[in-house]
Each structure stands twice: as structure tokens, then as C-alpha cells.
């Protein structure tokens, strides 16, 4: 069984800062280099939506406009998580935030072989 467990969510005011982390665990998932990692959120009423992603490497990041220079993706192989720093952060960053993984990276993204649970990310104005 493979685990994606969120945590860093919180309530923050509008111009504050989260680190969100993502670990990863299961007799499965042995191989977290080998996955593509990403964030997504869905806000209260909107469908989910993609936020950002990273290579299997870490060498490589796409971004949504709407976060590109305030949030910054990263991995810990090592550690088995990925993390998602948030800066400027604003009241429509408001949602649930999921990571998950997939063997596709980019165009080739899967769709996520594997999600974890959310993590709830609330700014205050």
C-alpha cells in the first residue's frame, strides 16, 4: 500500500508564507525517484487544478500562472517527500492543496497513479 500523507496547512494572513510537505511511504513505493511529483488545490467550489510539478530528478518544474514566482517546488529523494513553498500568499490561494505522484512527467502526466489526503491552506485578508 503507497501513502502520500500532506501537512503545513494552516491559516496564514494575505502576504504570509506555508511550507507545505509531502511524504511518501508503502512497500511500493520504494522507488520515489522514479515519480513525477505535483501539487494541486481545489478551492470551495471550483474543480481541482493543477499547481505545480517536479521531474523524477528534481531538475525540472512546471508551475500554473497563477503561483509562477511566489511558489516554489522542490524534492528530498532521500526523505522520500516534496515540499511546496508558498510566499505572497493571497485569499484566492484558499483550497484543500493534494500532492501526488506519477510515473509521467509534463505531457506525459498520467493523471496521478497515486494522491494523498489534502491539506487545508486558509488566507486571511
Known amino acids: 500500500q503507497v501513502q502520500l500523507v500532506e501537512s503545513g496547512g494552516g491559516l496564514v494572513q494575505a502576504g504570509g508564507s506555508l511550507r507545505l510537505s509531502c511524504a511518501a511511504s508503502g512497500r511500493t513505493f520504494s522507488t520515489f525517484s522514479a515519480y513525477a511529483m505535483a501539487w494541486f488545490r481545489q478551492a470551495p467550489g471550483k474543480e481541482r487544478e493543477f499547481v505545480a510539478s517536479?521531474?523524477?530528478?528534481?531538475?525540472?518544474?512546471y508551475y500554473a500562472n497563477s503561483v509562477k514566482g511566489r511558489f516554489t517546488i522542490s524534492r528530498d529523494n532521500a526523505k522520500n517527500t516534496v515540499y511546496l513553498q508558498m510566499n505572497s500568499l493571497n485569499p484566492e490561494d484558499r483550497a484543500v492543496y493534494y500532492c501526488?505522484?506519477?510515473?509521467?512527467?509534463?505531457?506525459?502526466w498520467g493523471g496521478g497513479e497515486y494522491w494523498g489526503q489534502g491539506t487545508q491552506v486558509t488566507v486571511s485578508s
Open positions: 517536479i521531474k523524477w530528478s528534481g531538475s525540472m518544474a
Open positions: 501526488a505522484a506519477d510515473k509521467g512527467f509534463g505531457a506525459d
